[in-house]
T-cell receptor, first 113, second 114 residues
């Protein structure tokens, strides 16, 4: 059972466009929702994270939108750049420390120049 | 700081062989975890540890053993490798505490079981 479902599997966006990746979760006990970015041959790295007491968090060109009632959250990348081409994973966990992350399936994002 | 280091980078095993994937961190993190990454599956938690001497199972623990004798090291053991264990393995670490702490991932070990 996939507790966190991510879509789309792959996404192609033109340079300067907006990239949007969506995730949905089942377990209402989740209280920490990070997004990780992974480049080929590397480990995932934290990009941005949100807790369910806020509906949006923005860091530079990256924004998380969170809808608690719908149990959905999404990553928006504004002014997408070729350097943003990577695989993105949403995740969720319960409680502090976040050492037990449940990941989505991943989205391979390609930004065309 | 080297961060989270993993060895080896690549490994090929035959079915039934055993091996240990090494993981070390120099950030004095209490929490350490092992994940496996498979296409279309994301990353799945194998085992985790909240401190030296304390380990617990994650989502997919079968076929893997762990121990944590020091804060720095968290090795993952495959006792009898199977083709289903072909995957990329990531070790991660994070601080304990009252805030939601970032997990730092190592560069991964790509394992192929023939």
């Amino acid at each position: 059972q996939q507790q966190v479902k991510q879509s789309p599997q792959s996404l192609i966006v033109q340079k300067g466009g907006i990239s949007i990746i969506n995730c949905a979760y089942e377990n209402t006990a989740f209280d920490y929702f990070p997004w990780y970015q992974q480049f080929p041959g590397k480990g995932p790295a934290l990009l941005i994270a949100i807790r369910p007491d806020v509906s949006e968090k923005k860091e530079g060109r990256f924004t998380i939108s969170f809808n608690k009632s719908a149990k959905q959250f999404s990553l928006h990348i504004m002014d997408s750049q070729p350097g943003d081409s990577a695989t993105y994973f949403c995740a969720a966990s319960i409680g502090q420390g976040a050492q037990k992350l449940v990941f989505g399936q991943g989205t391979r994002l390609t930004i065309n120049p | 700081n080297a961060g989270v280091t993993q060895t080896p980078k690549f490994q090929v095993l035959k079915t039934g062989q055993s091996m240990t994937l090494q993981c070390a961190q120099d950030m004095n993190h209490e929490y350490m975890s092992w994940y496996r990454q498979d296409p279309g599956m994301g990353l799945r938690l194998i085992h985790y540890s909240v401190g030296a001497g304390i380990t617990d199972q994650g989502e997919v623990p079968n076929g893997y053993n762990v121990s944590r004798s020091t804060t720095e090291d968290f090795p993952l053991r495959l006792l009898s490798a199977a083709p289903s264990q072909t995957s990329v393995y990531f070790c991660a670490s994070s601080y304990a505490g009252l805030v939601y702490n970032e997990q730092f991932f190592g560069p991964g070990t790509r394992l192929t079981v023939l």
